[in-house]
Every structure is written in C-alpha cells, then in structure tokens.
Nanobody, 127 residues
Framework: QVQLVESGGGLVQIGGSLRLSCAAS????????VGWFRQAPGKEREVVGV????????YYGDSVKGRFNISRDNAKNTVSLQMNALKPEDTAVYYC????????????????????WGQGTQVTVSS
C-alpha cells in the first residue's frame, strides 16, 4: 500500500500561482498512475490532472487545461501540481491519488479507479 500526504495549499489571489506537492511512502511509487482531483462545496469531485508511471503521458480536466501542470519525480516519490492563472472557481479541496490497477487511459480520469488517497489540502482563490 502507498500513503499519500499533500501540502502546499493556501489562500491565493485571483491570477496568482500555487504549487501543490504530494509525498508518497510505503509502496513502489513508480508502479502507480497518479492523479490530482478536487472537490468544491456542493459539487462533485472532478479530475484535475493525471500522470502515467514515468510522467511522460498526462491528462488534464477541461477546466484547467493550459493553466495547470502535473509532474512527478519517482526518485523522490513525489507528484506536484503547478497551478497558474488561478480563478475563484479553482477553490476546492485538492486530493492526490494513486491508482492500484491497470485501466484504459481514459478511465484514469475517474476517481473510482484510484485506491489510495491523501487527506486533501485546501486551496482558496480570492480577491
């Protein structure tokens, strides 16, 4: 099993940037596809970004394309999410997750494919 711990959340102004990090332990990190998801109050969880085993293939949710970047460092067992040009609608709790199985690439956008989750970190975008 892998344990995930997010960090880097906080309050940021509209148009600002923030970098989230997720540290993994307890498993072979490079054997997991990893993703970032978010959930705002009263809304469903949505995918933000996904990175394959070596980070060479990525996927982004439509609402963050061109603004967010997911990257991973398997040597350090970390996955990061660089968030730029932040908007109020980006306000949410952000979760790091690792998928335990092998699925079609498009299925990694689905939260139910992920077996391991961090505790979440709050991101608030405000003027």
């Amino acid at each position: 099993q892998v344990q995930l711990v997010e960090s880097g959340g906080g309050l940021v102004q509209i148009g600002g940037s923030l970098r989230l990090s997720c540290a993994a332990s307890g498993g072979t990190f490079s054997s997991y596809v990893v993703g970032w998801f978010r959930q705002a109050p009263g809304k469903e969880r949505e995918v933000v970004g996904v990175a394959n085993y070596n980070g060479g293939r990525t996927y982004y949710g439509d609402s963050v394309k061109g603004r967010f970047n997911i990257s991973r460092d398997n040597a350090k067992n970390t996955v990061s999410l660089q968030m730029n040009a932040l908007k109020p609608e980006d306000t949410a709790v952000y979760y790091c997750a690792a998928a335990a199985g092998t699925f079609r690439w498009s299925d990694y956008a689905i939260g139910e494919r992920y077996a391991y989750w961090g505790q979440g970190t709050q991101v608030t975008v405000s003027s």
